[in-house]
């Protein structure tokens, strides 16, 4: 088996938002028709953020300054408001291929059914054995009996009574009393005191789901309503070195996530810091060069510490390995001239470094 070495340059640091992790996995044959040859690639470690931002929407209810009043009830929204908040952030190390370390496997003829597993991309994810990613688990939109029930709720507790009501004290009033006439039907069910008690458990079950669901509309209508909006943000970035207070994106409670360059948001930064660079061994000890080796080029990954902050608050941290923070060694080509038994190997696709050999 020999390698041979293809070159392309690419420099600088990248960043954007379309990078995302690789999931599909292409079997690649050495055989006759390619001269037993598979051409691969060993990547660059890119950096994904994912954050999570929640938007707030509170609306004041109708009857808000008549909370205390008729229900006893202090803490109201008595304004029309959106705010944001930063939620949760992650950060997924992830590889893209590297031109400058291109390289061609050629497989001796006669090798028992070589092959090498390849991700889209031309990133070495195995040789001589298959590879899977992890699954990715969809996530499914869900709709609940009880929030088809609180749709129709919030159309029927608008009497008559209520909505000819001269003034708005008086629909206050009048909508109070229809709340505590609902608690009160809600107690005699449960007790077994009502007139009409559901006369097995699921309907008693979506009686008193529907009880409760219009005594929320009629809440709502004094304290307010507040919804909340998950969206989630990804940014991501291929790190040439180390990043002091690198800007990410900015943070405003007003609009949310904006843009680095937006100066109406708080700058959230990346800081990464190399803890760890490997080095290769002295050649005179081992009596090896690595260019020009005969063997498989794989990568020992260096180590960097990353931490995400939002002014002095750290909102993130932990080490990664970095695939250019490292160094390229090669596989003996001893280890798959074994025609009985071919060494099995499986590597880490996002750094290029090995992560078993199987004999």
Not at 2 to 29: D, H, P, S, W
Not at 233 to 257: A, K, N, Q
């Amino acid at each position: 088996m020999e390698i041979r070495y293809a070159g392309f340059v690419l420099g600088g640091m990248l960043l954007c938002a379309g990078v995302v992790a690789q999931t599909e996995v292409v079997k690649r044959n050495a055989v006759k028709a390619n001269n037993y040859g598979v051409t691969y690639s060993l990547p660059k470690t890119a950096l994904t953020v994912t954050v999570e931002m929640t938007r707030v929407t509170c609306k004041a209810g109708i009857y808000c300054q008549y909370a205390e009043n008729y229900l006893g009830v202090k803490e109201v929204i008595v304004a029309d408001k959106i705010y944001c908040e930063l939620g949760k952030v992650s950060l997924e190390d992830i590889g893209i291929p590297d031109p400058e370390l291109t390289y061609l496997i050629e497989f001796k003829p006669g090798t028992v059914a070589p092959y090498v597993c390849l991700t889209e991309e031309g990133l070495l994810c195995a040789i001589n054995t298959d590879y899977e990613f992890p699954p990715v688990k969809p996530i499914e939109a869900k709709k609940s009996v009880k929030d088809e029930i609180a749709a129709l709720a919030s159309e029927s507790v608008f009497t008559e009574e209520l909505l000819i009501a001269g003034s708005l004290a008086r629909q206050a009033e009048i909508a109070a009393k229809q709340i505590y006439r609902i608690r009160e039907s809600r107690m005699d069910i449960l007790t077994g005191e009502a007139d009409n008690i559901p006369p097995d458990g699921e309907s008693m079950k979506i009686t008193i789901s529907e009880l409760e669901a219009q005594e929320k509309v009629l809440t709502n209508l004094f304290v307010g309503t507040r919804t909340q909006v998950t969206e989630h943000y990804s940014i991501t970035l291929v790190p040439e070195g180390e990043l002091d207070r690198e800007v990410l994106f900015r943070f405003s409670p007003h609009f949310g996530i904006v843009d680095a360059d937006d100066l109406s948001g708080a700058p959230v930064c990346m800081n990464l810091t190399m803890t760890q660079v490997p080095s290769l061994p002295d050649p005179k000890e081992t009596g090896k060069k690595l260019r020009g080796e005969k063997g498989v080029v794989y990568t020992i990954p260096g180590k960097a510490s990353v931490e995400i902050l939002s002014g002095v608050n750290s909102l993130y941290k932990r080490e990664v390995n970095i695939a250019q923070f490292g160094i390229q060694e090669s596989l003996a080509p001893i280890l798959f001239e074994d025609k009985k038994k071919p060494v099995k190997i499986i590597f880490y696709p996002q750094t290029g470094a090995i992560k078993q050999i199987l004999q």
